[in-house]
């Protein structure tokens, strides 16, 4: 069982790696500049995380379910994407560029969509 445990310990450091691997060989003005980065990101940080608030109210969740549902709707875009993009040979550039835009605007768009959440 510890070669199995120390596999598991691996599982957030080694994604860790390969993301700050690729940002640092990538252009973030080449990022900024891309609107369908924009895009993805006012979908993955602001209307997906409002649909899925107003079906869960709508089907009568509430309480902590539904702050907790809130906010894994409004997280950003994950890490795996690089992953994903690196071992199928995919635009890892752009994988990099949503998940480090996504991150960063995702801390004015989290506290306002989970405050939401709690008022409703």
């Known amino acids: 069982m510890?070669?199995?445990?120390?596999?598991?310990?691996?599982?957030?450091?080694?994604p860790m790696l390969v993301i700050g691997v690729h940002l640092s060989q990538v252009k973030f003005s080449k990022a900024l500049r891309d609107a369908g980065i924009y895009a993805v990101t006012g979908m993955r940080?602001?209307?997906?995380?409002?649909?899925?608030?107003?079906?869960?109210?709508?089907?009568?969740?509430?309480?902590?379910?539904?702050?907790?549902?809130?906010?894994?709707?409004?997280?950003?875009?994950?890490?795996t994407t690089t992953m994903f993009a690196t071992k199928f040979d995919r635009d890892v550039d752009l994988s990099v560029g949503l998940v480090s835009i996504t991150t960063l605007f995702s801390i004015l768009t989290m506290p306002i969509i989970i405050a939401l959440s709690q008022t409703i």
């Open 45 to 79: 940080l602001l209307a997906i995380p409002l649909v899925s608030l107003l079906c869960m109210r709508l089907c009568g969740v509430g309480g902590d379910i539904l702050i907790s549902c809130t906010i894994a709707a409004c997280a950003p875009v994950a890490a």
């Open 2 to 14: 510890s070669p199995i445990s120390y596999l598991s310990s691996l599982n957030t450091p080694v």
